[in-house]
């Protein structure tokens, strides 16, 4: 069994502030033992509507400005302080990583040279994004399939192949929505994603948007070797990912967690291993 890779996402529960920012990612590396963080970018003024970008935010006690675009501005770094957080990172030694939700910040985040990108679900079928990505940016693509039917994940990874770039491809089983109910999280997908796509891409992975961590360690055991979380210092915080966050002590649990279960995940080396043998003698039925 691979190893999973735990991504802790980070996303805009930064707030806003890069200190924060900071924070979020050496409490993941030193007290999580998270493998990787991620961030968003968007260019909102590329990706909203005129009349979007004007509009209130749906849920006002939740905005960081007038009006939606002002608050989706609010939360954006800049490619140099993305250059900052990243260079930060590896100082640590955890790996940095970002959602693009536009071509604009594909450009940008590629020229940063990341280990992997992501594209969320709501931006899977962007092709002019994909397409620019899958020619110009030599790292991994994870791709979650959240809101996606069977037919658009077939063309989604048909078009990776058709860009020779299919086998940097990290396919998500994902269900939209935060929190999602348990029986909305639809673990058994991951069977699906496997036998249709596990020799077509490099790996398949798990997005939860879930409570607790129990699926994950269920998700890890049916095949997902990437393990992705929403992750907050504090769940109480403003902002509309928070309640649907871990919090540190839940992050570091999941990571324990799943470190445990690698190891249990074999077979047995021998019929009776050296940690039976003395209790063999002791206690076996001599007939």
């Given at each position: 069994m691979k190893k999973a890779n735990v991504i802790a996402e980070i996303g805009c529960n930064h707030k806003g502030d890069i200190e924060i920012a900071k924070e979020l990612i050496k409490v993941a590396k030193i007290f999580c033992n998270a493998d990787v963080v991620k961030f968003q970018k968007r260019n909102n003024k590329e990706l909203l509507t005129e009349?979007?970008?004007?509009?209130?935010?749906?849920?006002?006690?939740?905005?960081y400005g007038d009006?939606?675009?002002?608050?989706?501005?609010?939360?954006?770094?800049?490619?140099?302080?993305?250059?900052?957080?990243?260079?930060?990172?590896?100082?640590?030694?955890?790996?940095?990583?970002?959602?693009?939700?536009d071509l604009t910040s594909a450009k940008e985040i590629a020229s940063l040279k990341p280990k992997l990108i992501k594209i969320p679900s709501a931006c899977n079928n962007n092709y002019e994004m994909l397409?620019?990505?899958?020619?110009?940016?030599?790292?991994?693509?994870?791709?979650?399939?959240?809101?996606?039917?069977?037919?658009?994940?077939?063309?989604l990874v048909s078009f990776f192949e058709s860009k020779g770039k299919?086998?940097?491809?990290?396919?998500?089983?994902?269900?939209?929505?935060?929190?999602?109910p348990f029986e909305d999280v639809c673990l058994l997908?991951?069977?699906?994603?496997?036998e249709k796509y596990g020799k077509r891409v490099k790996e398949i992975g798990f997005s939860g948007h879930h409570l607790g961590i129990a699926v994950d360690i269920a998700a890890y055991t049916l095949g997902a070797t990437?393990?992705?979380?929403?992750?907050?210092?504090?769940?109480?915080?403003?902002?509309?990912?928070?309640?649907?966050s871990l919090e540190p002590a839940g992050l570091r649990k999941l990571v324990r967690d799943l470190?445990?279960?690698?190891?249990?995940?074999?077979?047995?080396?021998?019929?009776?291993?050296?940690?039976?043998?003395?209790?063999?003698?002791?206690?076996?039925n001599k007939k």
């Open positions: 009349e979007q970008y004007n509009a209130p935010h749906p849920n006002p006690v939740n905005s009006t939606y675009g002002a608050h989706r501005e609010f939360l954006e770094f800049s490619l140099e302080q993305n250059r900052e957080l990243k260079e930060y990172c590896e100082d640590l030694g955890i790996i940095w990583s970002t959602s693009t939700w397409g620019w990505l899958c020619e110009n940016y030599e790292g991994e693509i994870h791709c979650s399939t959240g809101m996606t039917t069977k037919d658009e994940i077939e063309e299919n086998k940097d491809l990290v396919l998500y089983n994902c269900t939209s929505g935060y929190p999602v997908d991951i069977t699906l994603l496997i990437w393990v992705e979380r929403h992750y907050t210092l504090d769940r109480t915080w403003k902002g509309t990912d928070h309640s649907a470190r445990a279960v690698e190891q249990a995940l074999t077979f047995k080396q021998s019929d009776i291993l050296d940690i039976e043998a003395v209790q063999r003698e002791k206690l076996k």
